[in-house]
């Protein structure tokens, strides 16, 4: 097996994906402690989804790029889910329902009906579910992913004191003046781009155990918000590339293949904390 | 301390990123990283390659890597010029506009995504060589790009001594 996996790993597109892998897995872990302490748990799924359509469009209108339309409509999308506050005519929840499924018909429906492409049903399949693009990466992916990983994790070592008072009382936040309103809109942002970019490693169906299962494996264990923030990166971190190497090894998705590493851990997790007296 | 790890591990994936070829070194960065590859595929780390030993075995892969490889040949086919690679796969052919064309097609695991690798059996030989259609083969191959007249897309594929190709 390490013979094996020696030889795997003198393939750079097989560096470049645990590389690109394990950043993705720590920018959302970070996001991730943010969106499920703030109750915004499925926004992964609802964004991922308008990122399905506006790649579905990408796809049709045969754009040289996708990122042109998929980056921007996901992070409109993301503002104005995160930014509607509570007097919002439409709460939080219906606006994610409404908009992740919808997206997802209107992508899907375009596709089948103008792409010319000769396996629709194996890029959709890849696209949902992300069997192997992240083996697929070009240099240039590489280092985007790269830049927008980069981005993400200095915005949370900078404003890691202020997210932390957004997240835990965002009224007191705004009496105080530390610019909640912005740091909402940065939020949303960041939310957007990685939810982009972890489309590439697990799809657009599994984001969501991306950005859940770290911080809740990690608040089963840990009770303070910086610890809690650590110990996500950690778990995210070590389960994305245990679930990539096990992948490419016995030539499973990837995708699913993350995520159920990221089940036995958190359940792992609530042994020990059910052990330890934790509840 | 705490906020700092995340930014010491970014350090580290940075570092690990200098691991070969960087990927913006050259004008034609996959070129070099693919050679590197091509060249670590066969020398398998520690043992160099035996006479006999293809440059790229696609055999010895899981279905997920072989379906990676064969897109990073599609993507930078220059690189792999020259190179001995052996595959195994479901044949099949497509007529063309002025020949036939002779295809094996691997899938990732899941099976819901293909690539088709064009061969061509050297010296003459007529549909009756292939074999049949749907058929699971193995062949060895030295891996050549060309272009048809008329037509500037860079095609690539494995040209293939007949009796290196044979029935899985």
Known sequence: MLETLALYFSYPFVRYALVVGLLIALSSSLLGVSLVLKRFSFIGDGLSHVAFGALAAATVLDLASDMILVLPVTVLTAVLLLRSGQNARLKGDAAIAMLSVGALAVGYLLLNVFSKSSNLSGDVCTTLFGATSILTLTPADVWACLGLSVLVILFFLVFYHRIFAVTFDETFARAAGLGAGRLNLLIACVAAAVIVLAMNLVGSLLVSALIVFPALTAMRLFKSFGTVTVAACLISVLCAGAGLIFSILASTPVGASIVCVYILVFLAACGLARLGGRT | ?168
């Open chain 2, 1 to 168: 301390m705490k906020q700092l790890l995340p930014g010491l591990f970014l350090a580290g994936a940075l570092a690990l990123t200098g691991c070969g070829s960087s990927p913006a070194s050259s004008a034609a960065p996959g070129s070099q990283d693919a050679e590197s590859a091509g060249q670590d595929a066969s020398s398998n780390a520690q043992t160099p390659p035996k006479e006999n030993e293809p440059d790229v075995d696609l055999t010895q892969m899981g279905a997920n890597m072989v379906y990676a490889v064969v897109c990073q040949m599609t993507l930078d086919p220059a690189a792999y010029e020259g190179q001995t690679v052996k595959v195994a796969g479901e044949y099949y052919s497509a007529p063309g506009p002025q020949k036939t064309y002779y295809f094996l097609y691997v899938s990732d695991a899941a099976a819901c995504c293909s690539q088709g690798l064009e061969f061509v059996l050297e010296g003459e030989s007529g549909p009756e060589d292939y074999p049949k259609e749907g058929a699971q083969a193995v062949l060895t191959g030295t891996f050549e790009t060309y272009t048809e007249e008329g037509d500037p897309t860079l095609y690539f594929r494995l040209r293939v001594n007949p009796e290196d190709l044979s029935p899985s």
